[in-house]
């Protein structure tokens, strides 16, 4: 059973950074994509970024593109997440997921396509 810890949240002023780590356990860490989805207050949760499983394609949401990096490091089955120039409308619950990707270049931007989620953290920006 694949479990996912994530890390890294907090409080933090618009304009400042933040980096979350996602901790995978329980597989084979690089036979999985991997993604961070974000839930703000009142609404749906969404997609924020998407990794293939070797690293080399991801995804960004239009709202974070150039400002939000993911990375994945699978010697030390992790996910990261680097978020820059932060807004307060960035405030949300992050959690990262995980599925199975057979290919190694894809990844899934849909909610319903993971199988496994993390508990969540919440990044909070003050402005």
């Known amino acids: 059973q694949v479990q996912l810890v994530e890390s890294g949240g907090g409080l933090v002023q618009a304009g400042g950074s933040l980096r979350l780590s996602c901790a995978f356990s329980g597989r084979t860490f690089g036979d999985y994509t991997m993604a961070w989805f974000r839930q703000a207050p009142g609404k749906e949760r969404e997609i924020v970024t998407a990794i293939s499983k070797n690293g080399r394609t991801t995804y960004y949401a239009d709202s974070v593109k150039a400002r939000f990096t993911i990375s994945r490091d699978n010697a030390k089955n992790t996910v990261y997440l680097q978020m820059n120039s932060l807004k307060p409308e960035d405030t949300a619950v992050y959690s990262c997921?995980?599925?199975?990707?057979?290919?190694?270049?894809?990844?899934?931007?849909?909610?319903?396509?993971?199988?496994?989620w993390g508990q969540g953290t919440q990044v909070t920006v003050s402005s």
């Open positions: 997921a995980a599925a199975l990707a057979y290919s190694n270049n894809f990844y899934y931007t849909r909610e319903k396509d993971y199988d496994y």
